[in-house]
């Protein structure tokens, strides 16, 4: 049995998925009883393609590095080309979408919309885009579940690393009282950096050099990013809706050398620290830059690596530390949510 997949964007992180499928095709069949067929891409800037029976994925990606646009895929019967992403979720047979567009974080569209459209015409999700699990997370959980559909977005918070099904699923029974962690990998880059000497700005180029920085790093260095995963962590893991307003946020900007090597005189090292607490039914939730003592775990987290704390009242702090962003990681978590979407839907129907 297939699972037919659609992408909306073929970006980096969908084309890293469209290679992942491609190199686990037997360790997902063998492991998983799962085989993915893509059926759709439809980017605004690369073009669209579409066949019920599949597409072939080395020549879809071969296509997309010799030209740029998927429409130069090689002609055959049945192939229609050019549906924009909205035809593309309602009028072809995928099972799954996976929504990999650019978004606005800030309206969270067009990810919103085309979460939308796809749960109204039956079709599960999958997605990176932190908008719509920021913005939109109760309609958009109501209206998956009133369809009878899946939606999964594990790595719009530390990408691959599940730090949202894993609370959910190996913590459940517990109750979760705090959450802290550190949520941007480009902020912790750039502290340890200048931890070793160099200056914000030296570490904030080195950061955009190596492919960590949103395309405008302020949502970065601004606590922007944490915030909005703050949100996602409330929404989802505290059952309170926060949005992004709510939270209180301050980020890393007016750091000086002087400020971090103060803090190592007194052995202590600055995190941005998102930090989410409950209290009498309630959430509150900051992001902001703290001191916290060397001996602290979270002071060892260095580089672009990502962490967070989980307080359970039962089985006590829980802490879960990887990679927060990268292509393979980030397309990795999708692969994780469509397995998790053939285990629920497909496997249990066969
Ligand atoms: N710019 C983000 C970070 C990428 O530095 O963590 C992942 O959301």
Request: one cysteine or more; aromatic letters at 6%.
């Given at each position: 049995m297939s699972t037919k997949v659609a992408f909306i964007g073929f970006g980096g992180v969908g084309q890293s998925l469209a290679e992942l499928f491609l190199k686990q095709k037997e360790n997902l069949n063998k492991s998983h009883l799962l085989n993915p067929v893509v059926v759709a891409v439809s980017d605004v800037m690369k073009g669209s393609i579409y066949h019920p029976e599949g597409l072939d994925v080395e020549t879809l990606l071969a296509t997309i590095k010799q030209t740029g646009n998927v429409e130069d895929y090689p002609n055959q019967p049945g192939l229609i080309r050019g549906w924009d992403s909205l035809e593309t979720i309602k009028h072809s047979n995928a099972d799954v979408i996976v929504e990999v567009t650019?978004?606005?974080?800030?309206?969270?569209?067009?990810?919103?919309?085309?979460?939308?459209?796809?749960?109204?015409?039956?079709?599960?999700?999958?997605?990176?885009?932190?908008?719509?699990?920021?913005l939109a997370y109760n309609q958009l959980a109501a209206l998956a579940e009133e369809n009878g559909v899946f939606w999964g977005f594990?790595?719009?918070?530390?990408?691959?690393?599940?730090?949202?099904?894993?609370?959910?699923?190996?913590?459940?029974?517990?109750?979760?009282?705090?959450?802290?962690?550190?949520?941007?990998?480009?902020?912790?880059?750039i502290l340890t950096e200048m931890e070793k000497g160099e200056t914000y700005q030296a570490s904030l180029e080195k950061a955009q050099s190596l492919g960590y920085a949103e395309a405008d790093p302020t949502s970065d260095v601004e606590g922007l990013d944490a915030r909005y995963k703050t949100a996602i962590l409330s929404n989802y893991?505290?059952?309170?809706?926060?949005?992004?307003e709510d939270i209180y946020c301050k980020?890393?900007?007016?750091?000086?050398?002087?400020?971090?090597?103060?803090?190592?005189?007194?052995?202590?090292?600055?995190?941005?620290?998102?930090?989410?607490t409950k209290e009498n039914g309630t959430v509150k939730a900051s992001v902001k830059p703290e001191l916290v003592d060397n001996d602290d775990p979270l002071a060892g987290v260095i580089g672009?690596?990502?962490?967070?704390?989980?307080?359970?009242?039962?089985?006590?702090?829980?802490?879960?530390?990887?990679?927060?962003?990268?292509?393979?990681?980030?397309?990795?978590?999708?692969l994780i949510d469509i397995i998790h979407y053939h285990r629920q839907y497909a496997l249990t129907k066969i």
């Open positions: 650019f978004t606005d974080v800030r309206t969270g569209q067009p990810a919103i919309d085309h979460c939308r459209a796809a749960f109204e015409n039956n079709k599960s999700v999958v997605t990176t885009n932190k908008g719509p699990v920021a594990e790595g719009t918070v530390m990408s691959g690393t599940p730090a949202l099904r894993m609370p959910v699923t190996t913590l459940a029974g517990n109750e979760i009282t705090e959450i802290k962690g550190i949520l941007n990998g480009t902020t912790n880059y893991l505290m059952g309170t809706p926060l949005v992004a980020g890393i900007s007016d750091f000086t050398l002087d400020m971090v090597k103060e803090a190592s005189k007194n052995n202590q090292k600055w995190r941005l620290l998102a930090r989410l672009p690596t990502n962490a967070i704390v989980y307080q359970c009242d039962l089985a006590g702090p829980i802490m879960l530390t990887g990679a927060g962003a990268g292509l393979v990681e980030t397309a990795y978590s999708l």
